[in-house]
């Protein structure tokens, strides 16, 4: 049996550093998740594929997602008081919503994005 190979659709997320962090979350409207992450942290790594998915589906609903590379972005991941990654931030309009740490089901995050969009 043969299987039709389809073509992967590339997630549209945004990567920020200290230098470009503030100009990016400034210029996107409606719901934004900002991933603050590690390449040698596993559960980012396992959130990688979650947030992709997320970022594909919601981008019809104006959700963004934007990565942070905690090591390469030191100064921005103190400002928002970055402890632990993988660490999720809510923002609303360019402003920070809340915050979740840890590795975050996709219905979770599902949910918290419906409530952001509601409100």
């Not at 632990?84 to 919503?97: D, L």
């Not at 979770?108 to 409530?115: G, T």
Request: charged residues 25%; proline residues 9%.
């Amino acid at each position: 049996m043969f299987f039709k190979k389809t073509k992967r659709v590339e997630p549209p997320i945004l990567h920020a550093t200290d230098d470009d962090f503030d100009a990016i979350i400034a210029d996107l409207p409606g719901v934004t998740i900002v991933d603050f992450w590690a390449p040698w942290c596993g559960p980012c790594r396992m959130m990688g594929p979650i947030l992709d998915e997320i970022a594909i589906e919601q981008a019809k609903r104006g959700v963004r997602v934007v990565k942070v590379n905690s090591d390469q972005a030191p100064e921005t991941s103190h400002r928002f008081g970055i402890r632990s990654i993988p660490t999720i931030v809510f923002f609303k309009n360019g402003e920070p919503e809340f915050e979740m740490v840890g590795l975050v089901p996709k219905p979770v995050l599902e949910r918290e994005i419906a409530v952001c969009l509601a409100s």
